[in-house]
């Protein structure tokens, strides 16, 4: 019996839902309406329209206030609705989607603002050669050794988007006078005066094995495009090149090695298996702390001191526990990643006005969606290996002083003093001090990373304190 019924209750709701979608009530459906935005005016600025993408531009002036904007005119399909009217007020500082609707259709649209921007963003002599940019002034400075001349440079330079520029970029330039480089893009105008210096004796380095910076690993070209940029007479030159003496060196300050090896460099033999290059250069590398130059040594460099006689003759007093990926397979960073201040050492020049987070005796460096080798060099202290029962014994064998620490209290900053003539070192093994993502997850913002490039500008300052010196920000 109880089946019968609920066959019986079966075709009736069969038969309900047949008569249901019957053609009889299709034509209740209203889908033949045009849901187009004909044309959009914010401010009386006029959007420009794309009706592939469904999204539309407006163009406004370089400075302009973006939170309040009037949709002062907006023309739809004939017997259509939007949820934004004339009249209405948008905060545009973020897109914002608008709903057309047309009987039973409906389509969305995207609006945006963009502003009239004119600026050179990035300015490279020969492939090579970074400009330093102040971008207030309207002036680009680029240093290059003096044997390459200014005569015939080659400049490629990146600039705002929709803009155009003249002269322009990939034209060779006589720069023996100053060139002026006009920006134009809708309203926005700028002008650039750029200048080429030629270097004898340049004032800082940046050292590899790569003959020319563009042959750096991605990791040290974008560390070493940094300092090209922002620290005055600074150069890129080959550890060949230091053994045979091109450059006069007699007024340079400051070296800095910053080494990558995919995979990490662990330990004394592994240094002295890669490092070939440096250490081949050790003499003169010595040489020029033993005469009162100071080096920045980051990543694995930081392996260089106990082979140039800064922690007297014992080689051992390398970081004892180093690791790192490969730069294709970083990983991905799901928040920001810090090391702690060694206790005492909070008003150090290396940690001022760095961005700070929750916690002040954190040194924050990284932000969620950037991508990490994690590249470490530092040393475990314990008494369960590694030579380093307390961060005292540390200090003891290897003369240097502890800056800052991992959670476990690895020593992953570091300074030897300058001292009887010689010069300052400075030495950052932590995997957190990364200058390059290979790529970046959607949303990410630039925010604690900044404090790489600020604590890297600090070391040049305390290090050598009359160089000319920025963060690029």
């Given at each position: 019996?109880?089946?019968?019924?609920?066959?019986?209750?079966?075709?009736?709701?069969?038969?309900?839902?047949?008569?249901?979608?019957?053609?009889?009530?299709?034509?209740?459906?209203?889908?033949?309406?045009?849901?187009?935005?004909?044309?959009?005016?914010?401010?009386?600025?006029?959007?420009?329209?794309?009706?592939?993408?469904?999204?539309?531009?407006?163009?406004?002036?370089?400075?302009?206030?973006?939170?309040?904007?009037?949709?002062?005119?907006?023309?739809?399909?004939?017997?259509?609705?939007?949820?934004?009217?004339?009249?209405?007020?948008?905060?545009?500082?973020?897109?914002?989607?608008?709903?057309?609707?047309?009987?039973?259709?409906?389509?969305?649209?995207?609006?945006?603002?963009?502003?009239?921007?004119?600026?050179?963003?990035?300015?490279?002599?020969?492939?090579?050669?970074?400009?330093?940019?102040?971008?207030?002034?309207?002036?680009?400075?680029?240093?290059?050794?003096?044997?390459?001349?200014?005569?015939?440079?080659?400049?490629?330079?990146?600039?705002?988007?929709?803009?155009?520029?003249?002269?322009?970029?990939?034209?060779?330039?006589?720069?023996?006078?100053?060139?002026?480089?006009?920006?134009?893009?809708?309203?926005?105008?700028?002008?650039?005066?750029?200048?080429?210096?030629?270097?004898?004796?340049?004032?800082?380095?940046?050292?590899?094995?790569?003959?020319?910076?563009?042959?750096?690993?991605?990791?040290?070209?974008?560390?070493?495009?940094?300092?090209?940029?922002?620290?005055?007479?600074?150069?890129?030159?080959s550890f060949a090149d230091l053994r045979t003496g091109t450059l006069?060196?007699?007024?340079?300050?400051?070296?800095?090695?910053?080494?990558?090896?995919?995979?990490?460099?662990?330990?004394?033999?592994?240094?002295?298996?890669?490092?070939?290059?440096?250490?081949?250069?050790?003499?003169?590398?010595?040489?020029?702390?033993?005469?009162?130059?100071?080096?920045?040594?980051?990543?694995?460099?930081?392996?260089?001191?106990?082979?140039?006689?800064?922690?007297?003759?014992?080689?051992?007093?390398?970081?004892?526990?180093?690791?790192?990926?490969?730069?294709?397979?970083?990983?991905?960073?799901?928040?920001?990643?810090?090391?702690?201040?060694?206790?005492?050492?909070?008003?150090?020049?290396?940690?001022?006005?760095?961005?700070?987070?929750?916690?002040?005796?954190?040194?924050?460096?990284?932000?969620?969606?950037?991508?990490?080798?994690?590249?470490?060099?530092?040393?475990?202290?314990?008494?369960?290996?590694?030579?380093?029962?307390?961060?005292?014994?540390?200090?003891?064998?290897?003369?240097?002083?502890?800056?800052?620490?991992?959670?476990?209290?690895?020593?992953?900053?570091?300074?030897?003093?300058?001292?009887?003539?010689?010069?300052?070192?400075?030495?950052?093994?932590?995997?957190?001090?990364?200058?390059?993502?290979?790529?970046?997850?959607?949303?990410?913002?630039?925010?604690?990373?900044?404090?790489?490039?600020?604590?890297?500008?600090?070391?040049?300052?305390?290090?050598?304190?009359?160089?000319?010196?920025?963060?690029?920000?």
């Amino acid at each position: 019996m109880r089946r019968h019924i609920l066959f019986i209750l079966s075709l009736i709701c069969t038969g309900f839902l047949f008569t249901a979608c019957s053609d009889d009530n299709v034509s209740d459906l209203r889908l033949d309406g045009d849901c187009m935005i004909e044309s959009i005016a914010l401010d009386n600025y006029e959007g420009t329209i794309d009706l592939a993408t469904r999204s539309i531009e407006v163009r406004l002036p370089e400075v302009y206030e973006t939170s309040a904007m009037t949709v002062t005119s907006l023309n739809i399909s004939n017997g259509a609705t939007c949820d934004v009217k004339q009249g209405d007020k948008l905060n545009m500082n973020a897109a914002k989607v608008l709903h057309v609707t047309h009987g039973d259709v409906f389509m969305d649209w995207t609006i945006n603002v963009l502003h009239d921007e004119a600026r050179i963003t990035h300015f490279v002599i020969n492939d090579i050669y970074t400009g330093a940019i102040d971008q207030e002034a309207k002036t680009i400075t680029v240093y290059v050794p003096a044997a390459v001349g200014v005569t015939n440079l080659v400049p490629t330079i990146t600039y705002s988007q929709n803009a155009t520029i003249t002269p322009a970029s990939g034209v060779a330039q006589d720069f023996s006078q100053p060139v002026t480089y006009k920006v134009t893009n809708n309203s926005a105008e700028s002008i650039y005066t750029v200048t080429v210096i030629a270097i004898e004796k340049p004032k800082a380095l940046f050292v590899g094995s790569a003959p020319t910076m563009e042959e750096l690993d991605p990791e040290a070209k974008a560390a070493c495009q940094w300092m090209l940029g922002n620290v005055g007479a600074s150069l890129y030159t080959s550890f060949a090149d230091l053994r045979t003496g091109t450059l006069d060196l007699s007024e340079c300050q400051l070296i800095w090695w910053h080494w990558h090896v995919d995979g990490g460099v662990d330990g004394h033999d592994a240094f002295a298996a890669k490092g070939t290059d440096a250490l081949n250069t050790k003499n003169e590398l010595r040489q020029f702390y033993e005469n009162g130059g100071a080096l920045l040594l980051t990543r694995y460099a930081t392996n260089l001191p106990s082979f140039i006689g800064v922690t007297g003759d014992d080689e051992w007093t390398t970081p004892n526990n180093c690791w790192g990926q490969d730069e294709s397979a970083a990983e991905l960073c799901g928040g920001p990643w810090s090391f702690r201040i060694f206790d005492g050492q909070n008003e150090h020049p290396l940690w001022q006005n760095l961005i700070a987070g929750d916690n002040p005796q954190e040194v924050y460096c990284t932000d969620a969606g950037y991508h990490i080798t994690n590249s470490t060099a530092q040393y475990h202290i314990g008494t369960d290996w590694g030579g380093y029962n307390d961060h005292a014994a540390w200090e003891s064998r290897n003369g240097g002083k502890i800056l800052g620490v991992g959670g476990d209290g690895a020593v992953v900053a570091w300074e030897y003093p300058a001292r009887d003539g010689k010069g300052g070192i400075i030495c950052i093994g932590s995997g957190c001090y990364d200058w390059y993502s290979y790529t970046f997850e959607a949303g990410y913002v630039e925010n604690f990373h900044r404090n790489i490039a600020r604590m890297t500008a600090n070391a040049f300052k305390y290090l050598a304190p009359s160089l000319t010196v920025s963060t690029g920000e």
